[in-house]
């Protein structure tokens, strides 16, 4: 059965920090770039950053460029978000995706999701 799981969610203040983590399993994900979105009560799914298992630069949306910072454990078959210097809009429920297509230009087709970890940023 092929899972990925979110966990690291939470409530934090203003100007605090989270590590999301998204473990995957049941298949070999190597060939899949990563994905993280949030989506925000009443709005869109958005992008939030990409990387792949086999290293190399990651996407990041402005939003969060500067701030967060996604990264791999191969061995461990699970991916992270750094999230630091959160503000209030950081709020949503964050999923992670498992995609293939284009990494240049940035064009995927998702095959699997996680069930989303909700992050709440207190002001």
């Known amino acids: 059965q092929v899972q990925l799981v979110e966990s690291g969610g939470g409530l934090v203040q203003a100007g605090g920090s989270l590590r999301l983590s998204c473990a995957a399993s049941g298949r070999t994900f190597s060939p899949y770039a990563m994905v993280w979105f949030h989506q925000a009560p009443g709005k869109e799914r958005e992008f939030v950053a990409a990387i792949r298992w086999s290293g190399g630069s990651a996407y990041y949306a402005d939003s969060v460029k500067g701030r967060f910072t996604t990264s791999t454990d191969n061995a461990k078959n699970t991916v992270y978000l750094q999230m630091n210097s959160l503000k209030p809009e950081d709020t949503a429920v964050y999923y992670c995706?498992?995609?293939?297509?284009?990494?240049?230009?940035?064009?995927?087709?998702?095959?699997?999701w996680g069930q989303g970890t909700q992050v709440t940023v207190s002001s």
């Open positions: 995706a498992a995609g293939r297509g284009s990494w240049y230009p940035f064009r995927l087709e998702y095959e699997y």
